[in-house]
């Protein structure tokens, strides 16, 4: 026989039911849980007005703090507004058209973790002087691959002397190392050598014969850090400069290495602010005479005295 128990909520009757108890536990659960922030229409009429006019998550959280001070109910964190966006109910509303990168799926909040060495006699950025990220020397550069439009292998090989910002490209029949070790030396091999000390890569493959132009030119490479192209971030902002002139999803197929150097050339006669309104190639030119003349005017040795 069963064993009798006093009635209550968890029973059916005189006796235990466990299906009663089940409900009654599902139903405390549910009740139990907080409101969720954006359940509030004040609340999402106000953040979805915000997104809409370009604002980020982060500033929305801000805003929201500074101008509602004494109304608890009007908070959102930025990270729980991106989970919110990213949520399969708001799919429809393609919130994600409103942040700055609106990318289909977050990416991990510590980033990508850096695959094994893959590039060999790699040398990091660690080991490269302190007086090359300074800017202050010349002849450093730093080098990327721009990559067209597929069906089209072509990419351009870009390189970018970091005290000048001065541009050069190279149109690459693919992304292979070997092509790209040939489109680095065709680049500086009419540079003088003093000009062309050493170059910071990214971690991709077409960089795998680095040693190929290290040896032919008495260059050096050194490569950035995983996923930081901050690093680099001369040659990215040149690289977006020439995507003004050829979008994402152009294809490069027809693209002659006249019409490219026109690109650059464009590029590199603008005057930029960091530069003093200078030109790149103003720059390099200033910078160029100035080796010139230390070659021509070197110093005088010193006597020895007995």
């Known amino acids: 026989r069963p064993k009798r128990l006093k009635t209550g909520p968890w029973t059916s009757g005189p006796f235990y039911s466990a299906l009663a108890a089940q409900r009654k536990a599902d139903l405390r659960r549910r009740g139990s849980r907080k409101p969720r922030r954006m359940d509030s229409d004040r609340l999402r009429a106000w953040v979805l007005d915000s997104l809409r006019r370009g604002w980020s998550p982060e500033l929305i959280e801000g805003r929201l703090k500074a101008q509602y001070a004494g109304d608890p109910s009007m908070r959102i964190s930025h990270e729980c507004l991106y989970q919110w966006i990213y949520a399969k109910p708001q799919r429809a509303l393609d919130l994600r058209q ?173 005057p930029m602010k960091l530069l003093g309104y200078k030109t790149p190639n103003e720059v390099w030119d200033e910078e160029m005479a100035k080796l010139q003349s230390k070659q021509a005017d070197p110093k005088p040795a010193v006597a020895l005295t007995s």
């Open 98 to 270: 409103y942040l700055a990168r609106g990318r289909k799926r977050r990416t991990r909040k510590k980033g990508r973790k850096a695959k094994g060495p893959r590039i060999p006699m790699r040398v990091p950025i660690a080991d490269r002087p302190e007086a090359v990220g300074s800017r202050k020397g010349f002849g450093h550069f730093e080098s990327d691959t721009v990559v067209g439009a597929a069906p089209s292998r072509r990419c351009m090989n870009t390189q970018v002397e970091r005290r000048s910002r001065r541009l050069f490209a190279r149109l690459v029949d693919d992304k292979s190392a070997s092509a790209t070790a040939r489109a680095e030396y065709e680049i500086f091999k009419d540079i003088p050598p003093a000009a062309r000390v050493d170059r910071t890569w990214d971690n991709g493959t077409e960089a795998s014969l680095h040693m190929l132009v290290d040896e032919a030119l008495g260059m050096l490479t050194y490569f950035a850090d995983p996923y930081s192209s901050w690093q680099r971030g001369s040659n990215e902002n040149r690289n977006g400069r020439i995507r003004r002139y050829l979008p994402k999803g152009t294809s490069f197929e027809d693209l002659t290495q006249d019409e490219l150097d026109a690109i650059v050339g464009e590029i590199n006669d603008t």
